[in-house]
């Protein structure tokens, strides 16, 4: 496809199941980021790859983050041991290049933790 | 329709008047800068960019301005229609880190046919 595709789409996981999303990236676009967004906030960054290099994971709010581009494409986001604080969008975006080139988007997945 | 204020929340306008939506960025040295446009159930969609060397852009219907003394970004929508119902974020990034963007908060964007 031409854009950026995430799934699944929604996911709901009970309190302590270890839940994986996933992101198929523009094909050829160097840079991936995932971000979270609660519910009528703005997007928080949570890490960037250039390639398959995991350069800034800054954002990823505990040590039950992890993410992964072991191929410089497809990209996992898993998040072991869920709480509810954790329900959000996870949002993947990737660009061309990465710094002052814009960010494309996919759809997000829904994550309710129940 | 004019925001009245740098972090309303929301704006109603009527279909066919221009929309003007304000930004308020906090860093300084930042010097690339976009508007997302978001639906309800999708991911953000690029509208425009500007980088800091420029004060104005122009793009098919929207236009972006930039001043940088006063750490401001707006966005123009003209002929505002239905379909530009949303909610807008603009994001900033800043020279030294590795090209991930800052989101302000959003404002939502009612058209009124």
């Known amino acids: 496809g031409a854009g950026v595709s995430q799934s699944p789409r929604y996911k709901v996981a009970k309190r302590g199941q270890d839940v994986a999303l996933r992101c198929d990236p523009i094909?050829?676009?160097?840079?991936l980021f995932w971000y979270q967004q609660a519910l009528g906030q703005g997007p928080e960054f949570l890490t960037y790859f250039q390639n398959e290099a995991q350069l800034d994971k800054s954002g990823l709010p505990s040590d039950r983050f992890f993410a992964e581009r072991p191929e410089g494409s497809v990209s996992t986001l898993k998040i072991q041991r869920t709480q509810q604080e954790d329900s959000a969008v996870y949002l993947c975006?990737?660009?061309?290049?990465?710094?002052?080139?814009?960010?494309?988007f996919g759809n997000g997945t829904r994550l309710t933790v129940t | 329709g004019e925001s009245v204020g740098l972090h309303l929340p929301t704006l109603s306008v009527q279909e066919g008047d221009n929309s003007i939506i304000n930004c308020a960025y906090s860093n300084s040295a930042s010097d690339y800068f976009i508007w997302y446009k978001q639906e309800s159930g999708k991911g953000p969609q690029f509208i425009i960019d500007?980088?800091?060397?420029?004060d104005k852009r122009q793009g098919q219907r929207v236009t972006v301005l930039l001043n940088k003394t006063v750490k401001h970004l707006s966005l123009q929508i003209a002929a505002t229609q239905p379909g530009d119902s949303a909610v807008y974020f603009c994001a900033e990034t800043f020279s030294g880190n590795t090209g991930k963007l800052i989101f302000g908060q959003g404002t939502t964007l009612q058209v009124k046919p």
């Open positions: 975006a990737s660009s061309l290049k990465g710094k002052g080139s814009p960010l494309h």
């Open positions: 094909s050829g676009h160097v840079s």
């Open positions: 500007i980088r800091s060397n420029m």
